[in-house]
Each structure stands twice: as C-alpha cells, then as structure tokens.
C-alpha cells in the first residue's frame, strides 16, 4: 500500500453521531459539537484525505472553508446528508473551496443568505452529486459558482430558487457541464468568460433565462469554443430580475448568447420560452475588446413554441410591429450587428442549418427600424466544435 493510500485511509473521517439518519440533529448544543468537529477537520485535512459525512440534515452557522488539495468531501446522498446555513448571518456563503484536484459529492446545501458553493481558482476540480437550494427568497445568491478554474466538472448537479444564477462559471478554461438540472433561479446556467466548454444532458426550466453565455471586456478568457447539445431548456419565464452577469438579458429567452464566438447549439430541446428561444447580439464596445459574435453555428435542434409574449424592451416594440404581434417571434432572433470589416476567410456571424426555423434580424444598428427575416443568407454549415476532455476522459483523478 503506497503513502498516498496510507493518507487517504487515515484521513477517512466519519463525522457520526451528530444526527439521525435522514431527519434533523437533536437539539441542544449537538449542532455546535458536529459544526465544531466539521470545521476542524476540514483544516486539517491532507492530501489523499477523504471527509465523509454522515446521514443527516445539519445545522451550520459559519462557511466551511476548505483550502486543500488532493482532498475529497463527500456525503452519502442529496436526499440524505443536507448541510443547512438557514440561521447563518447575513451574507454567509455555504462553502468556499480552493485547490487543486478536490472533489465535492453527494450532498446539499440549503438556504445560505450568500452564495451555496464557491470554487475558487485551482485544476483539477470536480463537483459531482450536489443540491443547492433555497426554501425561502434567496436574495442576490448564486447557487454555485466557480471562478478561475481550469478543467472543471459539474456532473449531476442541481440548482434550485437562486437570487442570481444557479449554476455560474467565471474566467475558466475547460469546462464540462454535465446532466445538471437549474430550475427556478433568476437565471439558470451562465458562462462568463469560459473557454472550451460542453454543456450537456441537462434541464433548465421554470428560470429567468435558461443558459447565458457572454464575455465582457476588461475580462479573460473571451468566451468562445462552446457546444451546447443534448439538454432541455423549456419555459424559462420566472418574472425574476434577469440573468444579471450579462447585460440586456431580458426574462424570457431559453438561451442568450452575447459577445461570444465559436459557439454550437445542436440536439436540444428548446421550447415554450415567451421572449424568444435563442437570443444573440453583440456586447458592449471597448477598446481592444471584441464585442461581436461569430461563428455561431445552431443546427438539428427541435424548436416549440416561443416568443409569444416578449418581457421587454427592444423585443416587445419589434414583436408588436411584426404582424401587430399576433404571430410570435421567430426561434432564433439575431440583434443583426456586426463589425465594419471583417478580414477575409473570416467565418460567418451566424449559421443556422435548423430545418424550418426562422431568424428575425431585429436591426438593432438602426435602432429596430427595418426588422428582417434573413434565415436564407444564413443558411451556411461550420466545421463541428471538438468535445472537451479533461483529465481521467472527464471523470477527473482520483474519482
């Protein structure tokens, strides 16, 4: 048996007797004892080390705070181990993780007045099994979020009622996003400033805005190299306070797209999202930054219903002049900018090989003067996007 086996075993810590199988811990200063002892272990832990949480629903009051690598924290189930911040103080975020190769799995996080899970920086990090929820209004708290992280995996995991985003990524590089269900957050999945990632298998629905992706100046990497394929993104039309990270989202769109490049949307279901199913445009002007989306390529989705009742301004204005708004808006609606010259051999804004699906060019440029159905011109194909891998073929070391 080598070191590193010797130091997972001897680090495989069952944080037992502070609660009842599936119910809550007893009362009196149990939950004090099992924070304490949680709190604890989780700094001492070292390489190869594996907390193990027991079953049981467990008050906590302070964030947990786990800057190791190597490490693993893992519960035995989101319906089974549940940590609860309901009484934390205000601002209080569940988790905060930083390091590289650590795992968090099978778990949940309940009712944190700040953001559920932070991963912060590091490789190698993977987050698999997990629930983030709230029971009461979450305020401006993301579910989960990761900032600067380079080769994540978020597998099977679940974000509910979230103030902000369910799930957002920040400034990183290597991403799979893999079977996770976002549901009644202000916005459902957003990548800010990702490159490469594979958004799969999952299911956003009941959110302000099912996915968003965008980049903003000032920010690294650009947004680019993205495929979406494969998830269900339905009636994303919670009257929340929109998507938030990227500007001018308005409720109602299934998926956003702004300021990113490289982008594949393909095998979805996309349906029933009252602003419009797709959503593109460019992002705000900077110097030195690119504020314009290319090479967006949608293709062999299955599109229903839609655009029917746009939450806000432009779209609102562009439907009722269409049809007196009694015919909804096109799948894919397109703010139609583009930069002055593009070098030559540079690919397309904009393809769509998506059978009868209709593009509305709103004509944002000219202030939605001259809104235009352009689906013929944009009837051109794109080389398919790589998958990403990461380290184990996605499955990550030591899982």
């Excluded at 600067?148 to 991403?175: C, F, K, M, T, W």
Aim: overall charge neutral; hydrophobic content about 40%; aromatic content about 4%.
């Amino acid at each position: 048996m080598g070191p590193r086996a010797v130091a997972a075993m001897s680090s495989l810590v069952l944080l037992g007797g502070c609660g009842r199988h599936g119910g809550e811990q007893p009362a009196g200063g149990v939950a004090d004892t099992f924070e304490q002892k949680l709190q604890e272990e989780v700094q001492r832990v070292v390489p190869g080390g594996v907390i193990a949480l027991p079953p049981g629903t467990y008050t906590l009051k302070h964030t947990l705070i786990l800057h190791a690598s190597g490490v693993a924290l893992r519960g035995t189930g989101t319906e089974t181990t549940t940590l609860s911040f309901a009484t934390a103080a205000p601002g209080t975020a569940g988790m905060v993780v930083t390091g590289n190769d650590v795992r968090i799995e099978n778990l949940s996080i309940e009712d944190t007045p700040g953001d559920g899970l932070v991963l912060s920086g590091g490789r190698d990090v993977s987050v698999r099994g997990v629930r983030i929820a709230w029971n009461h209004p979450a305020g401006g708290a993301n579910g989960l979020r990761a900032e600067g992280v380079h080769n994540l995996l978020l597998e099977d995991v679940a974000a509910y009622s979230a103030g902000a985003a369910g799930i957002v990524v920040r400034q990183s590089r290597n991403v799979i996003v893999r079977r996770c269900h976002v549901e009644q957050n202000s916005a459902g999945l957003v990548l800010a400033n990702v490159a490469n990632a594979d958004v799969s298998g999952g299911i956003a629905t009941g959110n302000g805005v099912g996915i968003i992706s965008g980049s903003a100046a000032g920010a690294t990497p650009p947004g680019y190299a993205q495929r979406l394929f494969g998830n269900r993104i339905y009636k994303n039309n919670l009257a929340a306070a929109g998507g938030g990270a990227v500007a001018a989202t308005p409720n109602g769109v299934g998926i956003a797209l702004r300021a990113v490049s490289q982008v594949e949307i393909f095998d979805n279901d996309i349906a029933y999202n009252q602003s419009a199913n797709v959503l593109l445009g460019a992002g705000a002007a900077a110097p030195g930054f690119d504020p314009y989306p290319a090479a967006i390529y949608i293709h062999d989705n299955r599109f229903a219903g839609g655009g029917n009742a746009p939450d806000a301004e432009p779209l609102r204005s562009v439907h009722a002049a269409l049809a007196g708004g009694k015919e909804p808006l096109p799948d894919v609606v397109w703010d139609g900018r583009a930069p002055a010259t593009s070098p030559a051999g540079s690919a397309p804004q904009l393809c769509v090989r998506n059978g009868a699906t209709r593009v509305l060019n709103t004509d944002a440029a000219h202030d939605y003067r001259q809104p235009v159905m352009g689906e013929q011109a944009l009837k051109c194909q794109l080389p398919p996007l790589p998958a990403v891998t990461l380290p184990g073929g996605g499955t990550m070391p030591g899982s």
